[in-house]
C-alpha cells in the first residue's frame, strides 16, 4: 500500500462525505426531504464511500500478507543443502510461471512468497559455501598424501559417556597444531595447548532416550572466578493449618545455610609416549577422545557422588547432610519403589534420576517373580530396558556408584560449576629420573622426555558441586539383610 494510493483513496472518501453532508444540510435548512434525485446522489456516493473503504482495508490485509510471509521461516524437501537449495528455486520458479502463464502479473501474497524462496536459496548458497570450505580446511590438516605412512582417515569409536560429556574433535583439534600446511606432520613443539569446550545447555533428558552420563541429569553453570556461594536448605517443617478466629497460627521452619565453595581440579596425565606411534592421527584421535576425557569423567563422577567435603574433595551425595535414607523392603522393585514416594512426597520426583552400579542395575533387569519368569512387560512396566528408566525414572549406571546403593536425586536441585571445562595440554620436557633403570650411573639413568623422543599430555578441569536441598537426594539401600 504506497503513501500515494493512501492519500488518493482518503481524499475520495473525505470528497464523497462532504458532498453527502452538503445535500443533508440544504434539506434540514429548508424544512424539506430529501427530493428523490438527491436521494439516489447520497444513495451512491454512500456506497462509493464503502468500495474505496473496502479496497484499503484489502491493500491492508494484502501487506499483511506479506509481511507474515517475510516473517515465516521456511521448511524445503531435501535431505541436504543442495537438494533443499533446488526445492526453494523451483518453488519461486513455479509461481512466477503461473502467474505468467495465466496472463496477470503477481498478487502481493505471490510477490512475497517468491522473494522469500529466492532468499532461501541465497541463505543455502551461504552455507553451501561455507561447509566447502571448512571440508576443504579439514582434508588440508587431516587428509594424509599417499605414499606417507601415516595412516589416519579413521574415526576415533568414542565411549558413550564420553559422547554425552559433549565432544569428539579435541585429537583433530590437536592434529591442527601438528599438521603443516599439506597434511604432513610438522615437528612438534615442545609444549601446546587446546582447550576443550563442552555445551553448558544440554538438550532436557526425553522419554526413551536413555541417559548416558551423570552430567546429562546435572544443571551446568558457566562460573567466571573460581568461587562460588548459594543458600541450602537445611530444614523444611511445615505447619500450615486451620485456624478458628482469633486463634494462635502454627510456624513453619524453613532454614537456610550459606555455603561458600570453590571449584577443584581434576587432572590426569598420560604415560609417555612415542614420538612415532602420534605419527597414526587415528591413533592419537582415538587416545585423546577416549582415554582423556574418560579418565576426568570418570574421576568427576566419583567426586560427585562420593566426595567427602575433606581437602580439595567436593561434598558428594553420599555425605551432604541432610539426605534421605531408604531401607531395604521386600525387594528391589518395591525398595525402589518407596523411595521413590519419598521425592513424591516433596514434589521432587517429576525431575528425578536414578544413580547406580552397573551391577545393581543387572540386578533389576534380571528379576523374576516366583514363577522365574521376568518382570519385563510385566502390569506397572517398572523397568523399560530400552529407554533405562525404572518406575519411569531414567537411570544413569556409573562405577562411582557402591554396589548394594543406589541414589535416587532430583539433579534440577543441584548445580555443576564449572569454571575450566578442559584443557588439553602436551609436553616433550618432562624429566624421568628412572627412564633407564638398567643403568647403574645414576647420571645416565634419567633422562628427559625430549631426549627419547618422547611426549605426554595432560588432561584437566575445573569444577565444583552445589546441592541445595538434600531432602531431594535418597540413599537408597539395595542390599536384602544389611
Known amino acids: 500500500m504506497t503513501p500515494e494510493f493512501l492519500r488518493k483513496t482518503r481524499a475520495d472518501i473525505i470528497a464523497l462525505i462532504a458532498a453527502i453532508d452538503r445535500i443533508e444540510s440544504e434539506a434540514v435548512k429548508g424544512g424539506r426531504d430529501l427530493t428523490e434525485m438527491e436521494l439516489e446522489t447520497v444513495t451512491k456516493a454512500t456506497e462509493i464511500a464503502q468500495e474505496l473503504t473496502k479496497n484499503i482495508q484489502a491493500r491492508a490485509k494484502d501487506m499483511a500478507a506479506v509481511r507474515e510471509a517475510k516473517s515465516q521461516p521456511r521448511e524445503w524437501k ?33 510477490q512475497a512468497d517468491a522473494k522469500s524462496a529466492l532468499a532461501d536459496v541465497d541463505r543455502f548458497d551461504q552455507h553451501i559455501a561455507e561447509a566447502q570450505q571448512a571440508k ?90 573460581g568461587y562460588f556461594a548459594y543458600m ?55 587416545f585423546i577422545d577416549q582415554e582423556m ?56 520426583a517429576a525431575t528425578a534420576g536414578w544413580l547406580m552400579s552397573p551391577d545393581d542395575w543387572e540386578a533389576f533387569e534380571l528379576t523374576q517373580d516366583n514363577e522365574a519368569r521376568f518382570y519385563f512387560g510385566g502390569p506397572v512396566a517398572a523397568v523399560n530396558a530400552a529407554s533405562r528408566r525404572l518406575w519411569g525414572v531414567p537411570v544413569v549406571v556409573s562405577e562411582a556408584a557402591p554396589t548394594g546403593t543406589a541414589f535416587l536425586a532430583d539433579f534440577a536441585q543441584t548445580r555443576l560449576q564449572s569454571r575450566q571445562e578442559g584443557v588439553l595440554d602436551w609436553s616433550e620436557n618432562m624429566y624421568d629420573p628412572n627412564a633407564f633403570p638398567d643403568e647403574t650411573d645414576p647420571q645416565t639413568r634419567g633422562a628427559s622426555d625430549f631426549e627419547r623422543n618422547m611426549i605426554r599430555f595432560r588432561f584437566e578441569g575445573r569444577f565444583g558441586l552445589e546441592i541445595l536441598r538434600p531432602s531431594a537426594i535418597v540413599e537408597v539401600d539395595l542390599s536384602q539383610g544389611s
Open 78 to 110: 531435501g535431505g541436504n543443502l543442495h537438494e533443499r537449495r533446488q526445492s526453494a528455486w523451483q518453488h519461486a520458479h513455479d509461481v512466477v510461471m503461473a502467474a505468467k502463464d495465466a496472463g496477470r502479473q503477481l498478487t502481493a501474497e505471490e
Open 136 to 225: 576443504a580446511t579439514f582434508d588440508q590438516a587431516f587428509t594424509v598424501p599417499a605414499g606417507q605412512p601415516h595412516g589416519g582417515g579413521a574415526k576415533a569409536n568414542l565411549n558413550p559417556r564420553v559422547k554425552a560429556a559433549g565432544g569428539s574433535m579435541w585429537g583433530e583439534q590437536v592434529l591442527k597444531h601438528l599438521a603443516g600446511p599439506f597434511g604432513d606432520f610438522k615437528a612438534l613443539v615442545q609444549a601446546g595447548s587446546v582447550p576443550v569446550t563442552v555445551p553448558l545447555n544440554p538438550d532436557p533428558v526425553r522419554l526413551d532416550v536413555p541417559v548416558l552420563a551423570l552430567r546429562q541429569l546435572i544443571p551446568p553453570v558457566n562460573n567466571s572466578t
Open 232 to 286: 541450602r536448605q537445611t530444614v523444611r517443617d511445615n505447619n500450615a493449618s486451620v485456624v478458628a478466629k482469633g486463634a494462635r497460627k502454627p510456624t513453619s521452619s524453613y532454614t537456610l545455610e550459606r555455603i561458600d565453595d570453590r571449584v577443584r581440579v581434576i587432572a590426569h596425565l598420560s604415560e609417555p609416549i612415542p614420538r612415532q606411534d602420534l605419527d597414526d592421527a587415528a591413533m592419537l584421535r582415538t
Open 293 to 348: 576425557r574418560l579418565g576426568l569423567e570418570l574421576a568427576l563422577e566419583d567426586e560427585i557422588v562420593n566426595g567427602d567435603g575433606t581437602g580439595e574433595h567436593f561434598m558428594g551425595l553420599s555425605n551432604v547432610p541432610g539426605h534421605q535414607d531408604q531401607e531395604f523392603v521386600t525387594d528391589i522393585l518395591v525398595t525402589a519403589r518407596k523411595a521413590v514416594t519419598r521425592l513424591e512426597r516433596y514434589g521432587y
